[in-house]
């Protein structure tokens, strides 16, 4: 089983930037196509975006697209989070997740996933 585990959350102000990082414990991290989900208190969990295996497919929630960037390092079972330009709305816990694929896409939907980090809080401040 592939093990997640997000960090870089934390406060921040309007405006600023904050980059998550979620590193990934299994031996197949290139087999896996990733993403990033959000769930803010009494809210279902929302998609932010999801990179291809290879991090050549990308695809970002219209909330975030321009302000959001997902990148990939495979050699180091790592996936990062750029936030830029952070909004209030944009407070959530943060999780990674990975999905088994062999398509070379990205996913969407919870429903793909078949693995997830525990998350991490960001909060941004007005």
């Known amino acids: 089983q592939v093990q997640l585990v997000e960090s870089g959350g934390g406060l921040v102000q309007a405006g600023g930037s904050l980059r998550l990082s979620c590193a990934a414990s299994g031996r197949t991290f290139s087999s896996y196509a990733m993403g990033w989900f959000r769930q803010a208190p009494g809210k279902e969990r929302e998609f932010v975006v999801g990179i291809s295996r290879s991090g050549g497919s990308k695809g970002y929630a219209d909330s975030v697209k321009g302000r959001f960037t997902i990148s990939r390092d495979n050699a180091k079972n790592t996936v990062y989070l750029q936030m830029n330009s952070l909004k209030p709305e944009d407070t959530a816990v943060y999780h990674c997740?990975?999905?088994?694929?062999?398509?070379?896409?990205?996913?969407?939907?919870?429903?793909?996933?078949?693995?997830w980090g525990q998350g991490t809080q960001v909060t941004v401040s007005s």
């Open positions: 997740a990975a999905s088994v694929d062999y398509s070379g896409r990205y996913y969407y939907t919870v429903g793909s996933y078949n693995y």
